[in-house]
């Protein structure tokens, strides 16, 4: 007999993808508290800029940066100039700022992190 754990997994995190449904990652959000982030309202957005000193840190960041764009499957719009990457990102089916996009900046921060001794 099939239990509802069988049909859903034994792992919490896990989802069913019901062609034509939008999942609660999907769904507009309000602004992130713990995310160092500006949250834009006009278009909704959320913004970074990310400064450097060091040349082939700044490099290594944006191939870094696109790698995982790449690999997520979710892209944000980067504004290159040297010694400053800015970053907008949002759900563009949307037009507005969900789950999906506040994990992406929290990858990002990541990364930024791994080039100045941060975590």
Do not use: C
């Amino acid at each position: 007999m099939l239990t509802l754990a069988d049909l859903l997994g034994d792992q919490p995190d896990e989802a069913i993808d019901i062609p034509g449904t939008i999942m609660t990652r999907d769904m507009p959000i309000k602004a992130p508290e713990k995310l160092d982030w500006a949250y834009r309202q006009d278009p909704r957005r959320l913004t970074k800029m990310f400064k450097f000193s060091d040349e082939s840190k700044y490099n290594a960041f944006v191939i870094d940066l696109l790698e995982h764009q790449s690999e997520s499957g979710h892209h944000g719009r980067i504004t290159l100039q040297y010694p400053q990457v800015k970053i907008e990102v949002w759900t563009h089916s949307l037009d507005d700022v969900t789950d999906i996009d506040v994990e992406w900046a929290v990858s990002v921060n990541e990364i930024y992190g791994g080039y100045h001794g941060q975590k």
